[in-house]
C-alpha cells in the first residue's frame, strides 16, 4: 500500500505499507500504531534514473528518531542518507537498502554501531552506502546473509565475524576493506557463499578456511593476498567455484585441489605461481573453467591426464607451459571446444596464448 500526507490514517490492519512522503514525524503515531505491521518502506528520493544527473536529486531525511513497532519485519530504505537511529524493532529480520545516490556533497556515514543490536536481523543488504569504518556486527548472531559490497570501509574484518554462526552468504566486494582475512572465519560452518573481492586485503588466505565445508563458492579475485594456496582448501569438497585470481599468491598450484571433485571454475590468473601444472587436475570432471594465465613462473607441458576433461574455457597465455603437439592430440575433450592457438614453431614453445571456448551448439 502507498500512503502520502493528508489522508487520514487509519491501517491498524495493514500488513505491508511503502511510504513516500517525507514528513516522516506525521505519521510515527500511525507506523507505531499499526500492530499488524510486517513490511515498511520508507521511500527517501526517486530513483535517480529519473535525473539527469544523480546530483539533481532532492535527498531527504534524516530517518525519524523514534519509530518502535512490535510486528515489523522488514524495513527497506530507498534513497537513505544519514545516521541509522536506535529503533525500538525487536522483530525486525531484514533489512535493505536501494537506490543511494552518491555524490561530492554526501559524506560517507560511520557503520550503524546499533545494527548489532538487532539480534533477529537474519538479512542485511546495504551495498554501495557511502559506508566507512568498522563493521560491528557482533551480536547478529541470526544473521544469515550480509552484503555490504560498494562501500568505503578503509578497515578490516573484525575476529568478531566468527560468532555469525548462522551466516550462509557473506559478500563484501569492492569495499576498500583491508588488512588481512582472520582465522575466526573457520567458525562459520553454515556458510555456503564467502566473496571479498576487489579490495585491499593483504597476509595469506588463512589455511582456516578449509573448515568452511558448506562452501560453494570461494572469491578472494583482486586483493594483495601473499603466500602459496593452502592445501586445506581440498577439505572443500563442495566447492564447485574458486576463484583467487589477481593476487600475489606463490608456490606451486596445490596437486590436492583435485578432490574438489565438484568444482567447475578454477581461477588463479594473474599470481606469481610457478612449477607444472598437475597432472591430478586431469580427474576433475565437472570442471569447465581452468585459467592461469599471466603466471610466468608456471613450466611443463599440459598434462596427458588432461584429454579425460571436458573444458569450456582454458587460459594459458602469458605463461612457461610448453608442449602444443600434445596440446593437438587431447582429441576427447575438444570434440566440441573451438581451438585458438599460437604456435610458435621455431622455438617449440607456446608464444603467447592458447584459449579454449565453449563452442556455441553446446
Not at 533477529?120 to 547478529?140: E, S, T
Not at 596437486?255 to 597432472?279: F, T, W, Y
Request: aromatic share 6%; with cysteine; hydrophobic share 40%.
Amino acid at each position: 500500500m502507498y500512503a502520502t500526507v493528508g489522508i487520514k490514517m487509519e491501517f491498524n490492519n495493514v500488513p505491508d505499507l511503502t511510504w513516500s512522503s517525507f514528513k516522516f514525524l506525521a505519521a510515527i503515531r500511525a507506523f507505531n500504531s499499526m500492530q499488524n505491521l510486517k513490511t515498511l518502506s520508507l521511500v527517501f528520493a526517486k530513483p535517480y534514473k529519473t535525473y539527469s544527473h544523480p546530483s539533481a536529486a532532492p535527498r531527504y531525511g534524516p530517518l525519524p528518531a523514534n519509530l518502535r513497532s512490535m510486528s515489523i519485519k522488514k524495513l527497506t530504505l530507498d534513497g537513505f542518507h544519514g545516521p541509522l537511529p536506535r529503533w525500538d524493532l525487536p522483530q525486525l529480520q531484514i533489512i535493505i537498502s536501494t537506490n543511494r545516490i552518491e555524490s561530492q556533497q554526501l559524506p560517507l556515514l560511520s557503520f550503524p554501531a546499533n545494527l548489532s543490536e538487532f539480534n533477529q536481523v537474519k538479512y542485511i543488504d546495504m551495498v554501495k552506502f557511502g559506508l566507512q569504518g568498522p563493521i560491528a556486527l557482533g551480536m547478529c548472531l541470526s544473521l544469515q546473509y550480509l552484503r555490504l559490497s560498494k562501500n568505503h570501509f578503509n578497515a578490516g574484518i573484525l575476529p568478531e565475524f566468527g560468532l555469525l554462526t548462522s551466516l550462509k552468504s557473506l559478500i563484501i566486494d569492492e569495499a576498500q576493506l583491508t588488512g588481512v582475512i582472520p582465522p575466526e572465519l573457520r567458525n562459520l560452518e553454515n556458510l555456503n557463499h564467502l566473496s571479498l573481492r576487489h579490495n585491499k586485503l593483504t597476509g595469506s588466505i588463512p589455511s582456516e578456511l578449509g573448515n568452511l565445508k558448506s562452501l560453494l563458492d570461494l572469491e578472494l579475485t583482486g586483493n594483495n593476498l601473499t603466500g602459496v594456496i593452502p592445501t586445506d582448501l581440498a577439505n572443500l569438497t563442495k566447492l564447485t567455484s574458486l576463484r583467487l585470481d589477481q593476487n600475489k599468491l606463490t608456490g606451486p598450484i596445490p596437486a590436492q585441489l583435485a578432490a574438489l571433485s565438484r568444482l567447475e571454475v578454477l581461477m588463479l590468473d594473474h599470481n606469481k605461481l610457478r612449477g607444472p601444472l598437475p597432472s591430478e587436475l586431469g580427474s576433475m570432471q565437472n570442471l569447465k573453467s581452468l585459467i592461469v594465465e599471466c603466471n610466468p613462473g608456471l613450466t611443463g607441458k599440459l598434462p596427458d591426464s588432461f584429454a579425460s576433461l571436458r573444458l569450456e574455457e582454458l587460459y594459458i597465455m602469458a605463461t612457461g607451459i610448453a608442449g602444443a603437439n600434445e596440446l593437438m592430440c587431447v582429441g576427447n575433450s575438444v570434440q566440441h571446444i573451438q581451438k585458438l592457438i599460437n604456435w610458435d614453431s621455431q622455438r617449440s614453445t607456446f608464444r603467447r596464448e592458447i584459449i579454449f571456448k565453449k563452442a556455441p551448439w553446446r
